[in-house]
């Protein structure tokens, strides 16, 4: 069982950066792949970014590749997502999920934070 946290949201402007946190409680977080995902308001939830266990492998979003990046310290049960040049079109609320596999479906990860509200004005 694993619990999530998320945090760092928040509302900035276009051109602006921000780094959402995850952080893990529970046994295992090493052995999960992590994602984040988000869901705009009238929109299904979309995949944003994944890591594999290890950090050597990273998937994005074509939306976000080049603009995002997704890190993870198993040592500190935390992942991140660093937000670069965000555009009024990231506003969403940003989920961090666990699952066994490295996988962009958001069906294929078992374990769910709360979410984080993030705001991008133009």
């Known amino acids: 069982q694993v619990q999530l946290v998320e945090s760092g949201g928040g509302l900035v402007q276009a051109g602006d950066s921000l780094r959402l946190s995850c952080l893990a409680s529970g046994r295992g977080f090493s052995d999960y792949a992590m994602g984040w995902f988000r869901q705009a308001p009238g929109k299904e939830r979309e995949f944003v970014a994944s890591?594999?266990?290890?950090?050597?492998?990273?998937k994005y979003a074509d939306s976000v590749r080049g603009r995002f990046t997704i890190s993870r310290d198993n040592a500190r049960n935390t992942v991140w997502l660093q937000m670069n040049s965000l555009k009024p079109e990231d506003t969403a609320v940003y989920y961090c999920?666990?699952?066994?596999?490295?996988?962009?479906?958001?069906?294929?990860?078992?374990?769910w934070g709360q979410g984080t509200q993030v705001t991008v004005s133009s």
């Open positions: 999920a666990a699952g066994p596999r490295w996988e962009n479906s958001a069906s294929e990860y078992d374990y």
């Open positions: 890591i594999k266990w290890s950090s050597l492998f990273t």
